[in-house]
Every structure is written in structure tokens, then in C-alpha cells.
């Protein structure tokens, strides 16, 4: 089965800071990653995803995320921080929480605090 | 195309009543879904549909009971609510396959007194 973590339920940075949120996995198979952001009262939005062609992988808003499969990473990044990039990030791999091939599961989340 | 709806946005129950959350999409997905989402806990997996006529169990489904009659429509409904089912739901669809983005509802909050 698989499953998420995903390190940090808190993280703060300075704004125009470099951005990391970290991401492990585990799989029994070729995993595909997701992230996806939660802006405060909304739902979620993707990302960028990873679906096994190239290891890193370019997103929305300036994000990107490289796929290493010898650490089972996937962290997320971003070289300047906004203050519009206050959320909660999540990461998902596809698969694990019984719900077929096509359900997600999904890290606890990551609260990303942008200090001005 | 409106994606996926969700109604209502918010709900308060007491304990023991039932009502139904409905989720919409018009993407003409074959796999939608239905999370719940709790504070430190992420999204947790309820049920799921891979087509009309077509339900399965998720990660927490106890409580819960879904149909699938149309490609469009898959409501989620609560029986006999208690505290515990507190939480923000939210519908999800996707075509087949797992390489392909899951697109979520806006959500609905629903308190259980």
C-alpha cells in the first residue's frame, strides 16, 4: 500500500525566501505524485504532478518538484516566496488508500506562513 | 463547464438526523470520489465510483452510504449523524487512469451538534 508523509505541519519563510516543502513517499509500484494547494475556504487546486517522464517536474505559480526515486522524495520548491503563497500544500501519490488505482492518498499537509 | 459542484456549502446537523451531500460534475468523468478533511489529518478517502452503477469502499466509510445512477451525479449520504462526522467534505472526478488530475468541489462544511 502506499503512503505519504510529508515533513513539517508548520513551515514559516521570509518573503522572497527560497520555498521547501518536503515529501516522502512509499510504493509497491512506479508511483504518480501530486501537489496540490488549498487556499484558506477553497478547495484544491493541482500543482504539478509527476507521471514518469521527467524527473522534474514544472508547476503553476512558479512551483517545481523533482521526482527521486533512491530517497522516495518529491519535495516541493520554490525559489522566491509571495505572500499570495500562503496556503496548505499537499502531497498525494495515486493509489493505496483503497480506492483503486485511481485514488489518492494523501499527506497531513503543510501550512506555508509567508513572513513580510 | 461549471467542474465540480458541490451543495450545500454549509450544513449544521443534530445528532441522529440524515441528509445528503450532492456533488456534480460535467466533465463526463468516469471516477469520482468523495474525502473528508480534518485538521492534521489531510484528505481521507470515503468512497469512490469508477461508473455509473459502480461504488466501492474507501479508507473511512463507516457511516456513509453513496449510489452512482448517472455518470454526472454521486451523493453522499449520512444516515444517522454523530460528532465525529464533523468535518469539510469534498467531491472529487477524474478521468480513468491514475496519471490524470483530480479535479475537487469547493467543499462542504458540516457541523454535527
Known amino acids: 500500500a502506499q503512503s505519504v508523509t510529508q515533513l513539517g505541519s508548520h513551515v514559516s519563510v521570509s518573503e522572497g525566501a527560497l520555498v521547501l516543502l518536503r515529501c516522502n513517499y512509499s510504493s509497491s509500484v512506479p508511483p504518480y505524485l501530486f501537489w496540490y494547494v488549498q487556499y484558506p475556504n477553497q478547495g484544491l487546486q493541482l500543482l504539478l504532478k509527476?507521471?514518469?517522464?521527467?524527473?522534474l517536474v514544472k508547476g503553476i505559480n512558479g512551483f517545481e518538484a523533482e521526482f527521486k526515486k533512491s530517497e522516495t522524495s518529491f519535495h516541493l520548491t520554490k525559489p522566491s516566496a509571495h505572500m499570495s503563497d500562503a496556503a496548505e500544500y499537499f502531497c498525494a501519490v495515486s493509489g493505496g488508500a483503497g480506492g483503486g488505482a485511481d485514488g489518492l492518498t494523501f499527506g497531513k499537509g503543510t501550512h506555508l506562513i509567508i513572513q513580510p | 463547464n461549471a467542474g465540480v459542484t458541490q451543495t450545500p456549502k454549509f450544513q449544521v446537523l443534530k445528532t441522529g438526523q440524515s441528509m445528503t451531500l450532492q456533488c456534480a460534475q460535467d466533465?463526463?468523468?468516469?471516477?469520482m470520489s468523495w474525502y473528508r478533511q480534518d485538521p492534521g489529518m489531510g484528505l481521507r478517502l470515503i468512497h469512490y465510483?469508477?461508473?455509473?452503477?459502480?461504488?466501492d469502499q474507501g479508507e473511512v466509510p463507516n457511516g456513509y452510504n453513496v449510489s452512482r445512477s448517472t455518470t454526472e451525479d454521486f451523493p453522499l449520504r449520512l444516515l444517522s449523524a454523530a460528532p465525529s462526522q464533523t468535518s469539510v467534505y469534498f467531491c472529487?472526478?477524474?478521468?480513468?487512469?491514475?496519471?490524470?488530475?483530480?479535479?475537487f468541489g469547493p467543499g462542504t462544511r458540516l457541523t454535527v451538534l
Open positions: 465510483s469508477v461508473g455509473a452503477g459502480i461504488t
Open positions: 509527476y507521471t514518469s517522464a521527467a524527473t
Open positions: 472529487a472526478s477524474r478521468v480513468q487512469g491514475g496519471t490524470d488530475t483530480q479535479y
Open positions: 466533465m463526463n468523468h468516469e471516477y
